[in-house]
């Protein structure tokens, strides 16, 4: 995100470590850390809470197609797929083929 160089980071440093002090640079290098922490954790639950909001937006527009399928159209398309005049006509010209063999009876070992 931010490119610096290892010179740019020196010179930070000496600036801060004559401008503040070596006394109390530890100090402010570790609240400094506490901030950045905190800003990074801040961050990062925001961006759960916005990719949770987009997740249950495409649910909401997935759910909403799911209703708009009825019963009765899925009927329809099914209707539409078979056609039972030739079911019937198979079936009429090969009856063998609605009704099942019958299984051999088993005979008992011996």
Not at 58 to 84: F, H, S, W, Y
């Amino acid at each position: 995100m931010f490119d610096v160089a290892w010179s740019e980071l020196a010179l930070i440093g000496a600036v801060a470590l004559v401008v503040i002090g070596p006394k109390d640079l530890p100090r402010v290098m570790r609240t400094m850390g506490q901030w950045t922490r905190k800003a990074r954790l801040l961050a990062g639950e925001f961006q759960h809470n916005l990719d949770e909001m987009v997740r249950q937006a495409e649910l909401d527009e997935v759910r909403r197609q799911v209703q708009a399928v009825n019963p009765t159209a899925v009927a329809d398309k099914v209707q539409q797929m078979i056609d039972p005049k030739s079911i019937e006509e198979a079936l009429l010209a090969d009856p063998q083929a609605s009704v099942s063999a019958p299984t051999p009876p088993i005979e008992p070992k011996p």
